[in-house]
């Protein structure tokens, strides 16, 4: 059900107190104005934020500035057959008081029998325990590709030009992720950069809405130059990702086929989950999202639930795009023995709800090193598409691990070193490990003033102690957990 029908619903059935969480003042306001119109009887709109009052409304102006509790009074000011909507700005600053929550549950009592409703429209969802069951939430969506379409066009036909269908299409979808606000200021910044909307403009784009992921805290817009050829071995996993190229395109959705839910990586620490994630993102051609998961959880209750929100609702109005959580089991981790009031819980239940119901083309690669912290829940079948186990690279994978490492470093040498017997001493070793020991080795040839050879890296090999010695027995239960056919295996059997 879209905005404007459910709005219309919660009013005939009279709900008194709807919560929008929205920093799009402007465009809510037209928007629930435009909504009303096919009422019956006219509803008056009264709107108020903290220093103005109530504006709009010749009688009412001023009234309630910098008073809170004030400008509830305006409900119980007006006659009850009078139908009005009452447009609250920030209000969810004061849901704390005592005076105005106390208020809000006397007026619940009075508005049951009333056409009257109170919006509060405010950035964040901070809604006291005390309050919960009087207070609707509805969510209020960023713009949708067509009301896009529309800002496009008529920014078009002022300036006297006109692109390409296509072109419009490659724009559109540029813009989803950003506010209408967003969207006209970056529009403009292309007008005084271009003369003109074009193609060539996508650029601005992208810098304005890496800003305002930026700005959640919680999402990260990363920017990859890795690729699958960079990942040495993995080759079940690679040939199932393969036949999922182009699976988010438009060409997929009119072919009918459901777009990928995501992908669960588990295994041991270094060796490639990240990376794969990362060189997902560049082969498919798509813009790479990562969830700092630790900064889901904050201090005031309900934030939580609201981070998460949030994160689900720019990472949807940005799809198709790659949402990569790593390391998962850190954040989900013992929810059981939290004491945290439940918020661990309903922040997964909110996760995991989404990822079984949701329609939007949005990928998840979540990665966990221990299998064994995280709650049934998340590995459930319907979750992910499917979950692949990366275990210690085989010796053949080993081989390509150290030459996807030496061409980098040595294009035009590297041949020179024996990859065999590197892969032969580099037993138990990690991808990140045998990264580290390459590394290693030059710098000891480096503080020498020579090359590094072979024999600089087999001695930094019998000077590292890797983390399958350290933590044998965490490794083996993980390779046993896999191999019981827990999880699909990441490397084809040599």
Known sequence: MNFIKEFKLLLKARYPFLYIPTSEEERIEYTIKSAIKDFSSSRGIYTWDFIDGYTGNPNDNGFGARNPLQALELVEKLTSETPAIFLLKDFHLFLNDISVSRKLKNLSRIMRNSNKTIVIIAPEILIPESLRDLITILEFKLPEPLEIRRELLRVQESLGHSLPDNSIDIMVRSCQGLSLERIRKVLSKIIATYKEINIESLDIISTEKKQIISQTKILEFCTVTEKMSDIGGLENLKKWLQRRVGAL?????????????????????????????????????????????????GGIIGESESKMRQMIQLSEAISPCILWIDEIDKAFAGTESRGDSGTTNRVLATFITWLSEKKSSVFVVATANDINSLPSEIIRKGRFDEIFFIGLPSFKEKKLIFKVHLTKLRPKSWQTYDLALLSEMAKKFSGAEVEEVIIEAMRTAFSENREFTVNDILESINQFVPLAHTNQEKITYLQEWATAGKARLASAEE
Do not use: C, H, M
Request: aromatic share 8%; no cysteine.
């Open 249 to 297: 395109s438009k060409r997929a959705e009119n072919y009918g086929l459901p777009s990928p839910r995501g992908l669960f990586l588990v295994g041991v620490q270094g060796t490639g989950k990240s990376l794969t994630a990362k060189a997902i993102a560049n082969e498919w051609g798509l813009p790479l999202l990562r969830l700092d998961v630790g900064k889901l959880f």
